[in-house]
């Protein structure tokens, strides 16, 4: 399949047996929004379909438990950061189970990978890709003054001038970024005989370094927002620790904007994650998503979420309708699929993950199987949708297969209102709707 590539901004092919795959996890100070919930659910789609292609993946994601933002909040809320890190890691967990993500491999926290991290950035230091101060350990931006910015296409000289106002603290110049700041305030650790803790940017880099031995993974997601200076700031360290790139493919998809305005905790615009589901479903926010390129922005209205509401809805009646049409004809449902259909998925998703493309393709199939009479055609349809909702990540109960009393309860009924015993087909359509049917 072919993905675009923010660093060499061209289409570039996985072909590999096994894709190594890492993406930015939370800081886990507050409940995640559904604006984090875009690289995540984007990593999960692009992982269910490579392995829907027999292409084994090795995921690796860290979450990010070290931060002044944690620091800020045990002092606002008077509890240890530990009880704050373990309440929202939890909470992070319980969202992936209720968006029935496919789990990383391994998920790091960083406080479990210090010693690793300060192994990391001695090298540093030993090839002089680094300095140490009074106030932490830098990075020296300056001995990779033309590498650094191709992520971001930047401007290496608009960051790194030597003019006066670009002096900060005790750092070289004022673009040198922390690999590990000195201060004895939170969480701490001993590192060349000051207390201190890492920078965000080293602890990700650490991990990619580590976890893939060394080597340049396939594939490195995250959001858009992330590209500079995080990720920036990731490759420019794997640059000078390996003398190759860090990811052969980055993967940024676009920010959320809400009613026009960019989603941010700072416009108290964000919506948790949590708080979406229990409104509108798992379901509805992978339809959100899918409905826009994933690098292109999404602006989220409620005109979209009314849409998202109406696809699912148009599903679960599409399935409906088939169990009904199996009890009436007595019909047996057989397991093969319409291959041209699955075609077309391929095609579309090996096109740098198309969704739009395949919501489209999705929504003909609906109609189609609603209009189509003979049911050789109907089932050969819906066992390729399935394939399709299922590898997309939407979940759907899609057995056709409806249990002998279910079936004599649902002629009961129809038998009922043929005979206009309506108070008696009533009854029995409550069970029916619990069972899915109607």
Known sequence: MKIFDTLSRKYKT?????????????????YIHIGNARPILLTDTLIKFLEFKKVKVNFLQNITDIDDKIISKSLETNKPEIELTNFFKKAYLKSLKELKVRMPNQLVCISDEIKLMQSFI???????????TKSGIYFNINKFKSEYGRLSNIKVDDLISKTAEDFFEDK????????????????????HKQKGRPG???ECVTLIDNYFNHETIDIHIGGIDLQFPHHENERIQFLAKNNKELSYIWMHNGHLTVDNVKMS??????THLKDFIQTYGANVLRWLFQTTHYKQPINISDDLLKQGVKFEDKINNCIKKLKQWVIINEAKVEEQVDEDILNKFDKY???????????????????NINKEDNFKIKILQFNALKIILQVLGFSFEFNLNVDDQIKKLYLKQKEHILNKEFVEADQIRAILIKEGLL
């Open 349 to 367: 998703m090996n096109d740098d993950l198309n969704t739009p493309q395949v919501l489209m393709l999705i929504n003909f199939l609906i109609s």
């Open 200 to 202: 965000w940017h080293t």
């Open 265 to 270: 905790k700072s416009l108290n615009n964000t």
């Open 122 to 132: 001695d090298i540093l230091i030993v090839n002089q890709s680094a300095y140490e």
């Open 14 to 30: 996985i072909k590999n047996p096994q894709v190594n795959i890492y993406s930015c996890g939370p800081t886990i100070y507050d």
């Open 172 to 191: 070289n110049l004022k673009a040198d970024f922390s690999l590990w700041k000195t201060t004895n305030v939170g969480l701490n650790w001993d590192f």
